[in-house]
């Protein structure tokens, strides 16, 4: 780029001071003339209506203007030439620090920010996702635990209640005629949970496809090492206390069942149904009792479980705590991979935008097709056209 502008030299500023005026009125006459003649003309068409006389004139005056123009530029251009090259320094040296313009330096240093921009959002989604990925997959190993735990609760409280019942019919299965035999095995009846209970307890928990096989076994072996003693402890008490009632019972039961024998048949059949309310009443007491404890520990373990949910909050909060991330626009931009998608690109946009548009709009928008389209209908030797209800081909006749 030049470092001084021709127009500020002292030869062209009088150029320009003492031939401009002088141009600009000689055209500024001949433009005068030039549409006078011509007005004259129309004046005589909308009078008298053309002839071949009249087109004649007409031609010739066509003809005049088409030099008068020529004359005109000729005379104007060294002037009009300056003001542009004065145009093109100013806008030159403005595109060259606009960014936004191809090639300069701001726009090079704007092309290295995009760049760095680009990687570091990449970065910071990469990281996004694996922070989210690795909270997802903590929150499917916590889930995870919980659901067995729980599941293993209610198929060991199931196991109870079967073994609750199994004392149950033991105890109202005694007549004085199977009573040693009954209450041996009432007696005898085990308190200790079965060393291998686990292996008997079927789970139902579905294992997340986030976690692995081997991730899922060492979390059930995990709860049940967390479980053994607990269940431990709990079988041999319910059970034991259970058991316990009904041995503390057995004299007493002993001496109610000789009392029946003695009985008529109508007293028999009252004092048995009493025997049974009684029964049953006191193991509905117990059933109860042992539910409770088992509710006060579900609500417990609630509580605990919204508290690690609150927890999980606050993590997933921290996943989107970005690092230093320049400020960026980021925009969809389509990119065509081949010709079929110009061909989408448009339908979507005529879908969108284009059908409701006016054909004049239209006819402006796609002058560039609509010219290449007309083109192939003027070929002298093969010319083609559109057949369509929506088109029509029509004559421009010009005069030459």
């Not at 031939?19 to 003309?41: D, F, M």
């Not at 609630?302 to 609150?310: C, H, R, T």
Request: proline share 3%; net charge negative; charged share 30%.
């Amino acid at each position: 780029m030049s470092t001084e502008l021709s127009i500020v030299r002292p030869e062209n500023v009088q150029m320009i001071a003492q031939n401009a005026p002088k141009i600009y009125n000689e055209n500024q006459q001949r433009s005068v003339r030039c549409t006078n003649a011509g007005a004259q003309l129309l004046s005589e068409i909308k009078e008298k209506g053309m002839s071949d006389e009249l087109d004649q004139r007409c031609a010739a005056y066509i003809e005049k203007s088409r030099k008068t123009v020529k004359l005109m530029n000729e005379k104007r251009s060294p002037i009009t030439k300056m003001f542009d090259q004065i145009r093109t320094e100013f806008t030159g040296m403005e595109n060259s620090i606009d960014p936004t313009k191809a090639g300069n330096v701001p726009n090079q240093v704007q092309s290295f920010r995009n760049q760095f921009a680009a990687k570091k959002r990449e970065e910071e989604e990469k990281r996004r996702r694996e922070e989210a990925m690795k909270l997802q997959k903590q929150q499917a190993l916590t889930k995870y635990e919980t659901d067995v735990e729980d599941d293993f609760r209610q198929l060991f409280s199931r196991y109870v209640t079967q073994r609750i019942n199994e004392l149950t019919t033991l105890n109202t299965s005694l007549t004085l005629e199977n009573f040693d035999t009954q209450s041996v095995k009432i007696v005898d009846y085990p308190t200790a949970m079965p060393a291998d209970l686990f292996n008997h307890l079927t789970l139902s928990v579905i294992i997340p496809q986030i976690l692995s096989t081997d991730e899922a076994a060492k979390i059930r072996a995990s709860v049940q090492s967390h479980l053994l003693a607990q269940f431990n402890e709990q079988y041999t008490t319910e059970i034991g206390d259970y058991k316990d009632t009904i041995v503390d019972a057995l004299n007493s039961k002993h001496a109610e069942l000789e009392r029946m024998a003695k009985a008529n048949a109508e007293e028999q059949e009252r004092m048995k149904q009493e025997l049974a309310a009684k029964e049953a009443a006191e193991a509905a007491r117990l059933e109860a009792e042992r539910k409770r404890k088992e509710e006060e520990a579900k609500a417990a373990k609630e509580i605990q479980s919204q508290a690690q949910e609150v927890g999980n909050l606050f993590d997933s909060a921290s996943v989107s705590t970005p690092a230093y991330t320049p400020k960026t626009s980021v925009k969809k931009k389509i990119v065509a991979l081949d010709a079929e998608g110009i061909i989408n690109i448009v339908s979507f946009w005529w879908s969108k935008d284009g059908m409701y548009m006016s054909v004049e709009d239209l006819t402006k928008m796609f002058k560039k097709q609509i010219t290449a389209v007309e083109k192939y209908a003027n070929d002298k030797v093969n010319a083609e056209f559109i057949n369509s209800p929506h088109v029509r081909y029509e004559d421009e006749v010009k005069a030459k």
